[in-house]
């Protein structure tokens, strides 16, 4: 396919999905957006150590030829103000694999999020966020290493599906009307009116991609995470329909929480995976007091956004919490952070959600090699205190480094680990 501004890498070959599984060449094309704001930084010093770690395991073996497309601010200055150009949804889907920096969303008006706007146009229904503790990282919990979960959210339905009437105009009134005269319901006038979708369908295959994940890396636990003791025909409905997937397609694998206590004195057999649920309010609680109970949480959109963002929290904050927003083909990494344009250009700011998100690709490129020496060195940097501001300003004793400075330290520190 011709692009207008995308230059593909005559040196890659295209990642393609077999049976369902993605299958990496040697030399994969892997898209990358900048992103807004901070993007250009935290892009650049994230493909240094991305590079880096891919040479160094594999010693030449195996490299990405790296394929820029465009969305945001870079984007409306290349496609004539167009924030979202066609050409970059063709390239993913022709491409398959990518990643990119954090993108303007303007709060209350105009355009809509480009971040909702891809993972919707693009069906990539699981939002992915790992949350883990990197040892020497400061946290505000006394135990931030029992925090080891990974968050499946469903992208596509919820309040995100942008169904919503503004106070005042002729759509909102014709809804409000309806809703009373037609189905009883009772609500202030004026309000604004939002629809919030939740189907089986959507809510199986979010559900089934959690299982399927826990499977493959050895997790014991996957949560449903809903308010269904409240909205029982939407999130009530995400919690049966989540046991459905579990009863009917992994009943030789899964085991009920009732089942636990009644069938199995309350131990997981071995190479069996617990499905229980949680009431998403008291789950943030438990995620404080209890989080090494909790492995893999599946959940709604919406209460995804609040969960991944809180419990990133306990172990040092966005600013290094990574995520993915996969579909059954394609897969786009991205940083889970805001574009801080007041950083914009100043080399100063932490790209650890970026960087792990790029661990969390190589992790599904099946480079794990490449993977794990980034995660050591990392470590290996933040125990020999050479940080970034957002750390220095917590830790006693240590050395204050620009993003850029921050990458080669991290490079450095590769070769005690190989």
Same mark, same amino acid.
């Given at each position: 396919?011709?692009?207008?501004?995308?230059?593909?890498?005559?040196?890659?070959?295209?990642?393609?999905?077999?049976?369902?599984?993605?299958h990496?060449?040697?030399?994969?094309?892997?898209?990358?957006?900048e992103g807004?704001?901070?993007g250009y930084?935290?892009?650049?010093?994230?493909?240094?150590?991305?590079?880096a770690?891919?040479?160094?395991a594999y010693?030449?073996?195996?490299?990405?030829?790296?394929?820029?497309?465009?969305?945001?601010e870079k984007a409306? @200055?290349?496609?004539?103000?167009?924030?979202?150009? *066609?050409?970059?949804?063709?390239?993913?889907?022709?491409?398959? #694999? &990518? /990643? %990119?920096?954090?993108?303007?969303?303007?709060?209350?008006?105009?355009?809509?999020?480009?971040?909702?706007?891809?993972r919707?146009?693009?069906?990539?229904?699981?939002?992915?966020?790992?949350?883990?503790?990197?040892?020497?990282?400061?946290?505000?919990?006394?135990?931030?290493?029992?925090?080891n979960v990974?968050?499946?959210?469903?992208?596509?339905?919820?309040?995100?599906?942008g169904?919503?009437?503004?106070?005042?105009?002729?759509?909102? @009134?014709?809804?409000?009307?309806?809703?009373?005269? *037609?189905?009883?319901?009772h609500f202030?006038?004026?309000?604004? #009116? &939002? /629809? %919030?979708?939740i189907?089986?369908?959507?809510?199986?295959?979010l559900?089934?991609?959690?299982?399927q994940?826990a499977?493959?890396?050895?997790?014991?636990?996957v949560?449903l995470?809903?308010?269904?003791?409240?909205?029982?025909?939407?999130?009530?409905?995400?919690q049966?329909?989540?046991?459905?997937?579990?009863?009917?397609?992994?009943?030789?694998v899964?085991?009920?929480?009732?089942?636990?206590?009644?069938?199995y004195d309350?131990?997981?057999p071995?190479?069996?995976?617990?499905?229980?649920?949680?009431?998403?309010?008291?789950?943030?609680?438990?995620?404080? #007091?209890?989080?090494?109970?909790?492995?893999?949480?599946?959940?709604?959109n919406?209460n995804?956004?609040?969960?991944?963002?809180?419990?990133?929290?306990?172990?040092?904050?966005?600013?290094?919490?990574?995520?993915?927003?996969?579909?059954?083909?394609?897969?786009?990494?991205?940083?889970?952070?805001?574009?801080?344009?007041?950083y914009?250009?100043?080399?100063?700011?932490?790209?650890?959600?970026?960087?792990?998100?790029?661990?969390?690709?190589?992790?599904?490129?099946?480079?794990?090699?490449?993977?794990?020496?980034?995660?050591?060195?990392?470590?290996?940097?933040?125990?020999?205190?050479?940080v970034?501001?957002?750390f220095?300003?917590?830790?006693?004793g240590?050395t204050?480094?620009?993003?850029?400075?921050?990458a080669?330290?991290?490079?450095?520190?590769m070769?005690?680990?190989?």
């Amino acid at each position: 396919m011709a692009f207008q501004h995308i230059t593909v890498p005559t040196d890659g070959e295209k990642v393609t999905v077999v049976n369902g599984k993605p299958h990496i060449p040697d030399h994969p094309i892997v898209a990358f957006i900048e992103g807004d704001g901070i993007g250009y930084d935290i892009m650049t010093a994230s493909r240094r150590i991305w590079d880096a770690a891919v040479e160094k395991a594999y010693g030449g073996s195996r490299r990405i030829a790296w394929m820029e497309i465009y969305c945001g601010e870079k984007a409306a @200055a290349l496609y004539d103000g167009n924030y979202m150009p *066609e050409e970059t949804f063709d390239a993913m889907r022709e491409y398959l #694999l &990518g /990643i %990119k920096g954090p993108l303007t969303t303007p709060v209350g008006g105009g355009f809509r999020s480009l971040n909702v706007t891809l993972r919707q146009v693009l069906d990539l229904y699981s939002c992915v966020r790992p949350v883990r503790w990197y040892r020497g990282v400061p946290s505000p919990v006394r135990e931030p290493e029992k925090t080891n979960v990974v968050i499946f959210r469903e992208n596509t339905e919820d309040v995100y599906a942008g169904i919503e009437y503004e106070a005042g105009t002729p759509e909102n @009134a014709k809804l409000a009307k309806f809703l009373r005269e *037609e189905m009883g319901a009772h609500f202030f006038e004026d309000a604004g #009116l &939002g /629809i %919030k979708p939740i189907s089986a369908f959507a809510t199986k295959r979010l559900v089934r991609m959690a299982i399927q994940y826990a499977l493959d890396r050895g997790r014991r636990t996957v949560t449903l995470v809903h308010k269904g003791n409240i909205q029982k025909f939407t999130e009530g409905a995400f919690q049966r329909w989540g046991y459905e997937v579990a009863r009917d397609e992994f009943s030789d694998v899964t085991v009920s929480e009732a089942d636990l206590w009644s069938k199995y004195d309350g131990k997981l057999p071995e190479g069996k995976v617990l499905i229980n649920d949680r009431i998403a309010d008291i789950i943030f609680q438990h995620l404080l #007091l209890r989080p090494s109970e909790f492995e893999v949480l599946a959940t709604p959109n919406l209460n995804g956004d609040y969960l991944s963002d809180a419990v990133a929290a306990q172990v040092g904050g966005v600013g290094i919490a990574p995520g993915a927003n996969i579909g059954d083909e394609v897969a786009m990494f991205e940083a889970t952070h805001g574009t801080a344009p007041k950083y914009t250009n100043l080399d100063k700011v932490n790209p650890g959600s970026l960087l792990f998100s790029g661990v969390m690709m190589l992790e599904y490129m099946r480079w794990w090699e490449a993977a794990d020496l980034i995660t050591k060195s990392f470590e290996q940097t933040i125990a020999d205190k050479v940080v970034t501001y957002d750390f220095a300003r917590q830790m006693e004793g240590a050395t204050e480094v620009r993003t850029s400075e921050f990458a080669s330290a991290i490079i450095r520190n590769m070769d005690r680990f190989i």
